[in-house]
C-alpha cells in the first residue's frame, strides 16, 4: 500500500470513529448533571441519575440490533456505504438531542424523546464500530493488522476528549447559569459539522481490498449468498460467544473509570465537576498515544498474549483504583485514573478489534465482529455506571459491590480469551493465499 492510500485509509477509520464516540460521550458528559435535573425530573435525586444512566445504558442495548441491521448491510453491500449511513444517523440524532425542549417546557415527552434520540444513537454506532474497524483491517498489511486495527480505537479516547474538552471550555467562559440554561446544547448541535467534515472523507474512498475480492468470487462462482447473520451462527457460534466475553473487561472498567467517576467525584470526593472533565481529558490524550503503540507491539508479541496480561493487569487493579480514589486528594484521583487508562487500558483496546477481526472469515466478518463487540458492550459497557451508581446506593457508598464488577468483567474476559487459541479465520485465509500464490509460482 502506497503512503498516500495509508494515510487516506486511516484517517477516514480515525476520523469517523472519532466523531461517532464524540457524539457518543456528549451523553455520558452531563448525563449526571443536566440530564437527571432537565430531562429525567423526579422528588428523588437518586432515581433521576439512575433515570439518567439508564438513557446511557439504552443506548447500548440498542447497539446489537443496530449492528446486525448496518453489519447486514456492510457484508452484502459494502463497508464504505454503511459507513455513510452510520455516520450521518448518528450526527442527526446527536442535533436532536441539543435541540429538544426539557421537561418543564414539554413534561414527560421531554424524556421520551431524549430516550428516543438515545436509541437512534445507539442503532448508529452499533453499525459504525465493526466498518471503521474493517475499513483499516480490510486495508492493512499483514504484518500491520495490529497497528491499523488499533486506530479505530484511538476514536474512542479522542471523542472523549473532544466532548469533555467542549464542556470544560464551556463551563470555563460561561457563568453556571447559562451554561445550565442553554450553553451544553451547543456541542450537540455542533456535531453537525463535525459529521459534514467526516462524510466528505469518507465519501472518496473505494471499497476494501477484501470487499471486492469477496463480490468477484461470489460472482465468478455464480454464488447466492444467505443473510449473514444466519451464517455467523452457522460457521462462527463459538467465536460470537469468545468475543462477547472479551468485550467485557475492555468496557466496564472504562465507563467507571470515565463515566460514572465523574458524578462520584463531584458528589462524594468533594471535586468540582470542571476538575473531573479536565484530568479525564488530560490522561486520554496520553491513552490515545498508548493505544497505536500497543497495537503495533501486539504485531510483534501477539495479540492474545496482550490481551490476557491487560486483562489480569485490570482484575488486580480493582480493589487499588477505589483505594487510591478515595483519599479524596485531587491529584491522587488523577492518577488512579492514569493507571487505569494509560497504563492498563491500552494493551486491551488497542487489540481488541484486530483479534475480532481475525475470528472470522471474510464474507461474515462485519456481522461476526459487530455482534461480539456490541453484545458485550451492551451487557458490560453502559450498564456500567448504572450498576455502580446502585451497588454505591445499595451498600451506604461502599466501593467495594464496583470493585468486584470490576474484577468479574476481568474473569469472563479472561475465560473467553483463553479459549480463544490455535488457527483463526484470519490465519486460513492467510494461509490459502499463500499456498494459491506458491502453486501460481510453480
Request: charged share 15%; proline share 4%.
Amino acid at each position: 500500500m502506497d503512503k498516500k492510500l495509508r494515510r487516506k485509509v486511516l484517517s477516514a477509520s480515525l476520523i469517523g470513529s472519532s466523531i461517532e464516540w464524540f457524539d457518543f460521550f456528549l451523553y455520558a458528559a452531563v448525563a449526571s448533571i443536566i440530564f437527571n435535573t432537565q430531562f429525567f425530573v423526579t422528588d428523588d435525586a437518586f432515581l433521576s441519575t439512575i433515570l439518567a444512566y439508564f438513557g446511557l445504558a439504552l443506548s447500548f442495548f440498542i447497539r446489537p440490533l443496530g449492528g446486525v441491521i448496518f453489519a447486514h448491510i456492510g457484508d452484502r453491500v459494502g463497508r464504505k456505504k454503511t459507513l455513510i449511513i452510520t455516520l450521518s444517523l448518528m450526527g442527526l440524532a446527536t442535533a436532536g438531542i441539543g435541540l429538544l425542549p426539557t421537561y418543564a417546557q414539554i413534561g414527560i415527552a421531554a424524556p421520551l424523546l431524549l430516550l428516543l434520540f438515545r436509541l437512534i444513537q445507539g442503532l448508529g454506532i452499533g453499525g459504525e464500530w465493526g466498518g471503521a474497524l474493517l475499513l483499516a483491517t480490510e486495508y492493512a498489511p499483514k504484518n500491520q493488522r495490529g497497528l491499523f486495527g488499533s486506530f479505530p480505537q484511538m476514536g474512542i479516547p479522542i471523542g472523549l476528549v473532544l466532548a469533555y474538552g467542549f464542556f470544560f471550555l464551556l463551563t470555563w467562559i460561561m457563568p453556571e447559569e447559562m451554561f445550565l440554561a442553554w450553553g451544553w446544547r451547543i456541542p450537540f448541535i455542533f456535531s453537525l459539522l463535525l459529521v459534514i467534515v467526516g462524510l466528505l472523507i469518507r465519501k472518496g474512498l473505494d471499497e476494501t481490498p477484501a470487499f471486492v475480492a469477496m463480490q468477484k468470487e461470489a460472482a465468478e462462482k455464480n454464488e447466492v449468498r444467505r443473510l449473514p447473520i444466519i451464517e455467523i451462527f452457522k460457521k462462527h457460534p463459538k467465536e460470537v460467544l469468545i468475543t462477547t466475553g472479551a468485550k467485557f473487561v475492555e468496557t466496564g472498567p472504562f465507563y467507571i473509570f470515565t463515566t460514572f467517576i465523574v458524578g462520584y467525584g463531584v458528589a462524594s470526593l468533594d471535586v468540582s465537576f470542571e476538575f473531573m472533565m479536565l484530568s479525564i481529558m488530560a490522561v486520554s490524550v496520553l491513552t490515545t498515544i498508548m493505544i497505536p503503540v500497543m497495537g503495533s507491539l501486539s504485531d510483534r508479541v501477539g495479540r492474545r498474549k496482550m490481551f490476557l496480561i491487560g486483562a489480569a493487569a485490570m482484575l488486580l487493579y480493582a480493589f487499588p483504583y477505589f483505594f487510591i480514589v478515595n483519599t479524596h486528594e485531587p491529584m491522587l484521583v488523577i492518577l488512579a485514573t492514569f493507571i487505569g487508562l494509560v497504563v492498563i487500558w491500552p494493551p486491551i483496546t488497542a487489540i481488541l478489534g484486530t483479534m475480532f477481526s481475525e475470528s472470522f472469515s471474510k464474507e461474515v466478518r462485519y456481522t461476526g465482529v459487530t455482534l461480539g463487540y456490541q453484545i458485550g458492550a451492551a451487557v458490560a459497557g453502559g450498564s456500567a455506571p448504572l450498576i455502580a451508581e446502585f451497588l454505591m446506593n445499595q451498600f451506604d457508598g461502599s466501593s467495594i459491590p464496583v470493585s468486584l464488577y470490576i474484577i468479574m468483567t476481568a474473569v469472563v474476559s479472561l475465560i473467553a480469551v483463553f479459549v480463544l487459541e490455535g488457527e483463526t479465520a484470519q490465519d486460513k485465509e492467510d494461509r490459502l493465499i499463500s499456498e494459491e500464490k506458491l502453486m501460481n509460482a510453480e
